[in-house]
Structures are given as C-alpha cells and as structure tokens.
C-alpha cells in the first residue's frame, strides 16, 4: 500500500503525516546476525530493535519508536524531527 505524506504545523514543528494523519519516521531494516533482521530509526539515535521476520522487526521499531518519544517528552525533552534526506550512491 502507498501511503501519501503530508506536512503539518503543530505547536510550530513542521513533521511528516501520512493521510491518517500519523507521525511517519525513517525506518532502516537489514540482516542481522544469526538470521534475524535489524531495524533502527536514525532520526532518534539508539532506537533500535530486531525479529525473526521483517514483519517481526516492523512491529518492534514500532513500539520501540512509541516509547523511545513518550520518554522524550516525559522527561520534558525535544523530539528530534524526522528528516528524509535518503540517497543511493554509486562507489
């Protein structure tokens, strides 16, 4: 499914919403050790999970981004905002 990105203004932060109007982060998946599949979210440094299956891994990131920003903000801290600058280089 093709979800369409949209920017929002809220409390003068600009972030990227999809049409349901929910927060969308970056999210990197690849192989880990002994077969199972990593994922991080480079916009919130150390927010990493893995899974046995990728759909494993999606659903941990998840959860993991979800707590990752509700201790952020519990602690009265900035949510560091997405950005996705992504790029395919040759070498």
């Not at 499914?1 to 690849?30: A, F, T």
């Not at 480079?42 to 299956?53: E, M, N």
Request: hydrophobic share 35%; aromatic share 10%; charged share 25%.
């Amino acid at each position: 499914m093709i979800r369409l990105l949209y920017y929002s203004q809220y409390r003068g932060e600009y972030s990227r919403i999809d049409e349901r109007g929910e927060k969308v982060r970056q999210v990197v998946i690849y192989p880990g050790e002994i077969g199972y599949f990593v994922a991080e979210c480079p916009s919130l440094p150390g927010c990493i999970s893995q899974g046995k299956t990728k759909e494993e891994a999606i659903q941990n990131i998840k959860e993991a981004i979800e707590l990752y920003v509700a201790v952020l903000k519990d602690d009265g801290l900035p949510v560091p905002e997405e950005n996705f600058d992504v790029l395919t280089i040759v070498v």
